[in-house]
């Protein structure tokens, strides 16, 4: 059975401060691995790594796969308030779906 | 353009009723997906559909989950003799083809069973 598998849970930090989630994957013929942000609604699309030692970057985040280690990490840098909610890593196989870990809760307090 | 819709955005039901949730992908999308988000995790893999073809079900958790696609754009779950631990937010999500991997999610319909 596909499992994912996200640390922490939760983390509350300043603003401005780095962070750093991580996310580990069992998937079955893997393909590639997604990272989305969920506010209270639905999930918005952030990453999707297929290659390893890649990062991608988008302003103030980036991430990047170990395909050895079965690995990712989303960094945020210089947080702020606006990059409080929950970030969700999913991983994809040759089955399609989407196999999701519970989240890191991010709360980033002033 | 618009994005994917999900209606009703909420649904309180008693225990035992039938409910219907709809969803609307973005126009063209050939693939739609259904999850199940309880409180607290990450979304669940219900069912998968390529047109109006449903490819894989295997995540339904009971012979009450029933989905279609009849013309392979909106798609309708329907849970029948709702229990409590159908609770949960139902989230529809669409990717343009067969083989990308990217999906794009609707709002979800929060399904709460009294």
């Known amino acids: 059975e596909d499992k994912v598998v996200q640390s922490p849970l939760s983390l509350v930090v300043h603003e401005g401060d780095t962070v750093t989630l991580n996310c580990s994957y069992e998937?079955?013929?893997?393909?590639?691995l997604l990272w989305y942000k969920q506010e209270k609604k639905a999930p918005t699309f952030l990453f999707m790594l297929?290659?390893?030692?890649i990062e991608k970057k988008s302003g103030r985040l980036s991430s990047i796969l170990d395909k050895k280690e079965l690995f990712s990490i989303l960094n945020i840098t210089a947080t702020q308030t606006g990059d409080s909610a929950v970030y969700l890593c999913?991983?994809?196989?040759?089955?399609?779906?989407?196999?999701f870990g519970t989240g890191t809760r991010l709360q980033v307090t002033l | 353009g618009a994005g994917v819709s999900q209606s009703p955005r909420y649904k309180v039901a008693k225990r035992g009723q039938d409910v219907a949730l709809r969803c609307d992908p973005i126009s063209g999308h050939v693939s739609l997906f259904w999850y199940q988000q309880a409180l607290g995790q990450g979304p669940e893999f219900l069912t998968y559909?390529?047109?109006?073809?449903?490819?894989?079900k295997s995540g339904l958790p009971s012979d009450r989950f029933f989905a279609e696609r009849p013309e392979g754009s909106v798609s309708t779950l329907k849970i029948q003799r709702t229990q409590q631990e159908d609770s949960a937010v139902y989230l529809c999500?669409?990717?343009?083809?067969?083989?990308?991997?990217?999906?794009?999610f609707g709002p979800g319909t929060r399904l709460t069973v009294t």
């Open positions: 559909f390529q047109n109006e073809a449903q490819l894989d």
């Open positions: 999500a669409s990717r343009p083809g067969q083989y990308d991997y990217e999906q794009y």
């Open positions: 998937v079955t013929n893997f393909r590639s």
């Open positions: 297929t290659s390893s030692g």
């Open positions: 999913a991983g994809t196989g040759t089955a399609s779906k989407l196999t």
